[in-house]
């Protein structure tokens, strides 16, 4: 039986692509606001015994939550068999410890509340720093791609002589295995705390690369600040402009605009849609989709 794709108003064109690429049927949603604000959700198809997948990037997720509960507790209700979720993009990843008395552990909070309304996820480089496995947090099948292999690609098909770096300790594993997938030589900054606010950042080898293209990669652009002091330093040690890569574009607080008027090029996967967009992951989660 043909698998029904209900895409949220803002992924329609990567729904289509989805849908495209693996032969799947569209849903038909009606979904708006009433006056007051509450969500209206309607189904123009006939759901029953079908197997179903919701598409909903999760980028400033407390609006999307609501709107994403009911409409998987309405496809229940009309009798779907199976409902999943495809996030490219997954929220509350951050607080997944107690770090200050009386806070909430979010990410586990969060993800119960998707679980007891869903039967799988499926998401790209979800933001991981204590918690190693979705699975000790989602009760639900919870898969996670990643997006190393179109990002390779990118740096392939347009960077000359790449040099890949990652901007701290934790990024290694990520820009190893992106530079060894473009074939290209890859560093990790190495930062020394001088005091309560200063640090020193260096790039070892830095003789070794004059003439090398730097690109910064990361999983998630956030305020971009982090990318804009790298890149302070890497011109300071007398290398060009890096071109700055990550899976996710947050870009909180005009974190865009801000790298750009430190003229620094910006390229994101079409996780959360944006102008920066040069890497489409519909193929990526397609291919996984098909797979099962």
């Known amino acids: 039986m043909t698998t029904l794709l209900f895409s949220f108003p803002e992924q329609i064109h990567f729904g289509s692509r989805l849908l495209a690429a693996t032969g799947w049927q569209p849903g038909?949603?009606?979904?708006?606001?009433?006056?007051?604000?509450?969500?209206?959700i309607r189904i123009?198809?006939?759901v029953r015994d079908c197997d179903v997948a919701i598409l909903c990037q999760l980028h400033q997720?407390?609006?999307?939550?609501?709107?994403?509960?009911?409409?998987?507790?309405?496809?229940?209700?009309?009798?779907?068999?199976?409902?999943?979720?495809?996030?490219?993009?997954?929220?509350?990843?951050?607080?997944?410890?107690?770090?200050?008395?009386?806070?909430?552990?979010?990410?586990?909070?969060?993800?119960?509340?998707?679980?007891?309304?869903?039967?799988?996820?499926?998401?790209v480089d979800p933001h991981l720093h204590r918690i190693s496995d979705l699975a000790q947090i989602y009760s639900i099948?919870?898969?996670?791609?990643?997006?190393?292999?179109?990002?390779?690609?990118?740096?392939?098909?347009?960077?000359?002589?790449?040099?890949?770096?990652?901007?701290?300790?934790e990024s290694e594993q990520w820009a190893a295995n992106v530079a060894k997938l473009a074939g290209c030589p890859w560093e990790v900054l190495q930062k020394t705390r001088l005091g309560d606010r200063s640090v020193s950042v260096s790039l070892p080898h830095v003789d070794r690369y004059r003439g090398y293209t730097p690109v910064l990669v990361d999983d998630?652009?956030?305020?971009?600040?982090?990318?804009?002091?790298?890149?302070?330093?890497?011109?300071?040690?007398?290398?060009?402009?890096?071109v700055c890569l990550?899976?996710?574009?947050?870009?909180?607080?005009?974190?865009?605009?801000?790298?750009?008027?430190?003229?620094?090029?910006?390229?994101?996967?079409n996780s959360i849609a944006d102008v920066s967009n040069a890497i489409d992951l519909a193929p990526l989660i397609a291919d996984a989709l098909l797979q099962g």
Request: hydrophobic share 45%; net charge negative.
């Open 28 to 40: 038909n949603l009606d979904m708006r606001r009433f006056p007051d604000g509450e969500s209206y």
């Open 220 to 242: 998630i652009i956030s305020t971009g600040k982090t990318m804009i002091q790298t890149a302070s330093h890497l011109r300071a040690a007398g290398l060009c402009a890096p």
């Open 61 to 123: 997720p407390d609006s999307k939550l609501m709107p994403l509960l009911l409409l998987a507790d309405t496809l229940r209700d009309l009798g779907a068999r199976r409902i999943g979720l495809i996030a490219p993009y997954l929220a509350y990843m951050r607080q997944d410890r107690r770090f200050k008395a009386g806070e909430g552990i979010t990410s586990h909070y969060f993800a119960r509340l998707l679980s007891d309304h869903l039967d799988w996820l499926l998401t």
């Open 141 to 169: 099948p919870a898969r996670s791609l990643t997006a190393v292999v179109p990002m390779a690609d990118w740096i392939r098909a347009n960077i000359h002589q790449p040099l890949v770096i990652g901007p701290d300790s």
């Open 44 to 46: 123009d198809s006939d």
């Open 246 to 269: 990550a899976v996710h574009g947050v870009f909180a607080d005009g974190a865009l605009a801000d790298m750009q008027q430190h003229d620094l090029q910006v390229v994101t996967s």
